[in-house]
C-alpha cells in the first residue's frame, strides 16, 4: 500500500497552496520612498499577512511597469490587476475626473475630504462602468508653484517653461500664459536637469522626490488645491477572489485610506521643512500672485461646471453645502 511520507505530504500541501496562491501587479507611477508608495506597500502586506499568503500583490514603483498615464487603461484590461492613478489624469475622460484638479475649490485636507465624499459616488460609478473598483482614495498635498526666479504675480510667469502633469495644470499654464509641456513625474528631475522646464506646481512631496531644490529655488505656497491618487483593482479579478480574500482586502483597503489621509497630513510640513533644508526658499504668496491665481481657478471652476452639467452641479452644491 502506498504510504506518503510526511515530507512528501508537506510538499504536495506547498504545492497546493502555491497553486491557490493569487498574484496581482499594482504598478505605480511614484517612487518607492514617497508615502503614497509606503502606503501601497503595507497595503499590500497586509493583504499578504491577513490571507496567510493566499493573494500577493507586487507593487511596480515609479513607473516601471506602466506610465502614469497608461496605468488605468492597464487595469480596466486587466494587463495588471490593480494600479495607482492620479485621477486628474484624466480629465479628458469625464469631468469627474478633474474635479479635485480645479484650483482652489478645496485648499485644505477637511476640504479635501468634503469634495472627495461628494465626488465618491459619482467617481465610483464611472469607474465600475469601466470594470474598475476603487480600493482606496489618497491626497498629494496642497499645491504650489516652483519657479526659477522669483515669482511677484502671474505675470512672472508669461513666457516660461512650465511642467504640467494633468489637463488642468496645462490649462493654467494656458491661463497665465506660460508655455506647458507635459511631463509626468519619473521624468520631472531629468527634465529640469536639462532646463526643459522653469517652473511647475505640485505638492512639497514632489518637490523633494524630484530633488526639486536642485534645480529650482522658489516655492510658493498658494494652495491651489488638493488633487488625490486612486488605488484601482480590475473588477474581474477582484470578483474572482473568495469571500474571505475579498473581506481582507476590502479592510486593508479602508485602513490604507485612513492610513494615507492621516500620513499626507502629518507630511506636508516636514516636506516644506525638507525643502526649505535644502536650499529651497519657502514663499508665502504676494496678495497680488493670490489673487491672480484665484482668478485663473475661477475661470475654471466656471468651465468645469459647465462641463459636467447638472451632476455636476449636484456634487459641487453638496460640498458647499457640508
Ligand atoms: N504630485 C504629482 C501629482 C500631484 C502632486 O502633488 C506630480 O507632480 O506629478
Redesign the pocket.
Known sequence: MFRPSFAALALSCLAASALAQTKWDLPT??PANNYHTENIALFAKDVEAATGGKLKITVHANASLFK?PEIKRAVQSGQAQAGEI?LANFANENPIYALDGVPFLATTYPEAKKLYDASKPAMEKLLAAQGIKVLFVVP??P?GIYSKKEVASVADLRGIKWRA??PATAKIAELIGAQPVQI??AE?SAAMATGVIES?M??A??GYDTKTYESLKNFYDTKAGI?KNAILVNAKSFDALDATTKAAVTKAAADAEARGWKVAIEKNDEYKRLLAERGMKIHQPSAKLDTDMRQVGGIMQADWLKAAGADGAAIVDAYKKN
Open positions: 507611477a511614484y502614469a492620479l498629494w498635498a499645491q502633469y494633468s509626468q513625474q520631472l511647475y505640485s505638492s512631496s514632489t488633487p
